[in-house]
């Protein structure tokens, strides 16, 4: 278990009024108190809720908080907090994060605000935490905060929790700072969502926004990597069966019994925000109204609580509903009832569970939710009731809640149809439906969605760059070894994706002033030969590479150049290439079919690259290609790869395992041989059997290679602290 677990978020659970300490509420709140006591030693960093400039208040303020509540406070002023909260965070990210991108407002101001208020809270992290601390950051305010912490705290324990859903990359996109926010959430050790489409969103957009290429449940990143998983939020399940089990409970909901005697109740309770779907609710209760039967009393209560109102759009949102529930009241009330009761404001947690417990019918219908909290407090509620939830097929709570009526909350017609046989189902359907959920909810509740994702972070391996090379110090050790000996020593590597990382312009992937500065190190070293072997042109390697006291092996064996030398060697002397022009006209097809794709035609070979096309689009038509090349060139020595968004068709006898082959049997006296390779182009040399020949794998994908580093910048530090040792190299160069 950690020393303390530090939650850090943009509100504490306290509220700080003229001096008075109110505990706050809310979902994260509601899910942290289901903690289990004694089981984590807890504090809690954030702002407590007002600006506050005078210096004596600060300090008192966060004395009390430190010493009563457990609580560290972010002092912000006015103007910070308005334009970090309200404005960057509320206005930019909050309307992508739920796929409304015409609510989206960005200002410039804004995001310097939401850089210092996120250094602000890294700044305080860091005063706070202690060795063996983990640190837990929610949600979508800080999502700068892990890559911070990281810089300053390479070993720090840090997880990320979203508590909103992740949009499509085409909605994400759309933000101005969209590479900087994905970018400052991969610092954290482990990032967890609530549903399994989020985190696939995530990774899509990881990969198509920082060209990086990921796992499903791994992102490797700056010489480290970052874990993903599915946690589903619940809620605080002991609180509920107290509350249930209480006399002012039973008192109160015998009270709201009498006072809706005789009525169907159909509850809504929510934020009042945009996203919640209010309007659309109202459209389909309309459409209940209109065509219902009169004989029924029904009574609709709608509690909606006041959210961001200094936000014009939420003002804005609040007349509306208003103006709704009026409209309708006059059109449908009569003398003995007004069918819509709206509360605007917060009601006590007694009045809520009543509430619930005696509903018919919940009516959850959000335009998108995280998860949606409500839900689940409905069903716990359900402990005598067998009341009804009708809940919207877009919040993250309906992959758990498969018994509930699932509705397309834009199709009001389809709410108000499933309203009508909600109210008309039979008690032992209602009480099959109703069962399952609620034992699922009360046995997956709050602690134990906490528990889950502070037991997976803190069981994954600390993720610096020392700790993944701690899988390869055999490798290290060997070289090191045989160095100290004055023993030769072999370099075979691959360029492209393992010496630099790959771009999108593969014009643009020069060596920059980092890695020059280790190859020319490396160049400088007795008794090492180094071999640069690459897919790429002679022309490519000559201006890339040339300056170095290298090898080059081109067009992945085709033709070399030896060290310090001038001319190229052809290697493929006695390879026919007629193939080429017949192959040509296909790719061609498939350049002129995928926008965004181009040829690039070599001596020895012709590749069609698709680095610049959209991502899945690009993969598929590849994959085509890849089969109908394949099966075209069956019966001639012609090697089909599909590499890293790229297909090359090359001569069979031209691969890498046969150039590195070759040099071994001339140079027979190395003490040890190491190769290193990123793609399918690369597994050739990892298949090649020779003693002391050492074989890594960079990046992610199944692989023959003995060892595995996680992307190029930890493999320039692999090199470098072999041969050099860390002190001498600067990753700012780089």
Known sequence: MPNTLINVSNRLPVTVEEGRVIRSSGGLVAALEGLPEGQYKTKWIGWPGAAFPDEAQRQEIARKLTEEHGCVPVFLSQEEATAFYEGFSNSSIWPLLHYLPNYLRYEPAWWQHYQNVNRTFAEKVLETVHEGDLVWVHDYQLMLLPTMLRAAAPNLKIGFFLHTPFPAYEIFRCHPRRRELVAGLLGADRIGFHAFGYLRHFC??????????????????????????????????????????????????????????????????????????????????????????????????????????????????????????????????????????????????????????????ALVTPLIDGMNLVAKEFIACQRENAGLLILSEFAGAAEELFNALLVNTYDSAAVAGTLTDALAMSTEEKQNRILPMRERVMRYDAQHWARSFIDD?????????????????????????????????????????????????????????????????????????????????????????????????????????????????????????????????????????????????????????????????????????????????????????????????????????????????????????????????DESMFELSRPRLLTIKVGIGPTRARFRISDPATFRHFLDGTFNGYAQYDPAEE
């Not at 804005?316 to 003398?335: D, F, I, P, W």
């Open 204 to 361: 899509s957009t990881v990969q198509r926004l920082l060209d990086i290429e990921t796992a499903l449940t791994r992102i490797p990143s700056g010489g480290r990597s970052t874990a993903l998983g599915v946690y589903p939020i619940g809620i605080n399940a002991p609180k509920f069966e107290k509350m249930l089990d209480s006399t002012e409970f039973h008192q109160r909901r015998e009270e709201f019994r009498l006072a809706h005697e005789g009525k169907r109740l159909v509850v809504s309770v929510e934020r009042m925000d945009y996203t919640k779907g209010i309007l659309r609710r109202l459209e389909a209760i309309d459409n209940f109204l209109g065509g219902s039967d009169k004989t029924v009393a029904i009574r609709f209560i709608f509690v909606s609580v006041p959210s961001r109102e200094g936000i014009e759009e939420y003002q804005h949102l609040v007349e509306e509903v208003e103006s709704r529930v009026g409209q309708l009241n006059g059109k449908y009330a009569t003398l003995l009832n007004s069918p819509i009761h709206f509360i605007h404001g917060s009601i006590p947690f007694v009045d809520l569970c009543a509430l619930y417990a005696l509903a018919d019918i």
């Open 457 to 681: 972070l803190m069981s994954g391996p600390m993720c610096d760059a020392r700790t993944v090379e701690a899988d390869i110090r055999e490798a290290r050790e060997q070289v090191r070894q045989a160095a100290s000996a004055g023993k030769r020593i072999a370099l075979f590597l691959d360029y492209d994706g393992t010496l630099r990382e790959i771009e999108r312009d593969p014009r643009a992937a020069r060596p920059n002033a980092g890695i020059e500065t280790l190859l020319h190190r490396l160049g400088q070293q007795p008794n090492l030969d180094v071999t640069v072997i690459s897919g790429r042109s002679q022309e490519d390697m000559e201006a890339f590479l040339g300056g170095h006291p290298f090898r080059l092996i081109a067009e992945h064996g085709a033709t070399l150049r030896g060290p310090g030398k001038k001319e190229w060697e052809r290697l493929d002397r006695n390879v026919n290439y007629a193939w080429k022009e017949e192959l040509l006209t296909i790719l061609r097809l498939y350049e002129q079919a995928t926008p965004g794709s181009t040829i690039e035609e070599k001596h020895a070979s012709i590749v069609w690259h698709y680095r610049k096309a959209d991502e899945d689009f690009g993969a598929w038509k590849a994959k085509q290609l890849t089969e109908e090349l394949s099966a075209l060139t069956a019966n001639y020595p012609i090697k089909v790869r599909h590499g890293k968004r790229m297909v090359e068709v090359s001569a069979a006898e031209n691969n890498k395992g046969a150039a590195v082959a070759r040099l071994l049997e001339q140079n027979n006296n190395y003490e040890v041989a190491l190769c290193a390779g990123d793609d399918l182009t």
